[in-house]
């Protein structure tokens, strides 16, 4: 089974930086995605990035050009650069994995929160 454990949630103020990181174990089959998604209170998860094997990354309209997702394939791990942090950004980050074929999974990590202080 795969696990994915994510980490660099915290507190920040507004115009700060974190960096999130979450790393795939279980498995040494690269994911076919990797994603990140976000969960503020009474709303619906959403998601902020994601990227593929081959590089392809696409973003949620609300990034606005401010977060950078990128991910080690060896290390089947993903990060999530996160600079400009607004008010309206916090929430609980949650990494997902996905792969399909023979072998394949559709993993997400527990979370790390996120807090902006204005």
């Known amino acids: 089974q795969v696990q994915l454990v994510e980490a660099g949630g915290g507190l920040v103020q507004a115009g700060g930086s974190l960096r999130l990181s979450c790393a795939a174990s279980?498995?040494?089959?690269?994911?076919?995605?990797m994603a990140w998604y976000r969960q503020a209170p009474g709303l619906q998860r959403e998601l902020v990035a994601i990227?593929?094997?081959?590089?392809?990354?696409n973003y949620a309209d609300f990034v606005e050009g401010r977060f950078t997702i990128s991910r080690d394939n060896a290390k089947n791990t993903v990060y999530l650069q996160m600079n400009s942090l607004k008010p309206e950004d916090p929430a609980v980050y949650y990494c997902?994995?996905?792969?399909?074929?023979?072998?394949?999974?559709?993993?997400w990590g527990p979370g790390t929160q996120v807090t902006v202080s204005s």
């Open positions: 997902n994995a996905k792969r399909w074929g023979i072998i394949r999974y559709d993993s």
């Open positions: 279980g498995t040494s089959s690269s994911s076919n995605i």
């Open positions: 990227t593929t094997t081959g590089g392809t990354t």
